[in-house]
T-cell receptor
């Protein structure tokens, strides 16, 4: 089983739609969780951290389910500019902090 | 917010030569920086963790003699790809920071 797994997509959704991505992780001792956005041929940029209590930033909501070992990202009212690859990132601590990226989920918002 | 600068953004080199990539934290001190590589349509793979003033920690399968890392100051880490071969062509990217990690803009290396 991969350490961090994501559905690669692509998810093709119309403008204004709500879309959700999940990401599962295998290490129950994982400590920190993030969602990154990566545009084509660009560096990843932090979208939001994921806290145990869940967090919301505008149209974006991230949640963590430790029992089932997954995190989710919900995007409401999708915009064309939301088209990108969304990377799930998990950090573990074992002597030194290890950062593991999922393969990303591609989102294409269609006019 | 934290800013990480990476240079060069793009480099083409001949097979057998060495290439140095720089990663700088511009407005904060980074005792730890991370180096990744990314193949097309693939995830970022951690290559090594660069520690200021000490040896880098390499991930399994990454040749430390081929990918030399130097973290001589709190704001600069360098990755040198030695004796580059076409299979080393990839997107190399560094990151630093405590909260979520800020990335440099990446270096696209092409070995011909």
């Amino acid at each position: 089983r991969k350490e961090v797994e994501q559905d690669p997509g692509p998810f093709n959704v119309p403008e204004g739609a709500t879309v959700a991505f999940n990401c599962t992780y295998s290490n129950s001792a994982s400590q920190s969780f993030f969602w990154y956005r990566q545009d084509c041929r660009k560096e990843p940029k932090l979208l939001m951290s994921v806290y145990s209590s869940g967090n919301e930033d505008g149209r974006f909501t991230a949640q963590l389910n430790r029992a089932s070992q997954y995190i989710s990202l919900l995007i409401r009212d999708s915009k064309l500019s939301d088209s990108a690859t969304y990377l799930c990132v998990v950090t573990n601590s074992g002597g030194y902090q290890k950062v593991t990226f999922g393969t990303g989920t591609k989102l294409q918002v269609i006019p | 917010g934290a800013v990480v600068s990476q240079h060069p953004s793009r480099v083409i080199c001949k097979s057998g030569t060495s290439v140095k990539i720089e990663c700088r934290s511009l407005d904060f001190q980074a005792t730890t920086m991370f180096w990744y590589r990314q193949f097309p349509k693939k995830s970022l793979m951690l290559m090594a963790t660069s520690n200021e003033g000490s040896k880098a920690t390499y991930e399994q399968g990454v040749e430390k003699d081929k990918f030399l890392i130097n973290h001589a100051s709190l704001t600069l880490s360098t990755l040198t790809v030695t004796s580059a071969h076409p299979e080393d062509s990839s997107f190399y990217i560094c990151s630093a920071g405590d909260d979520g990690y800020t990335f440099g803009s990446g270096t696209r290396l092409t070995v011909v």
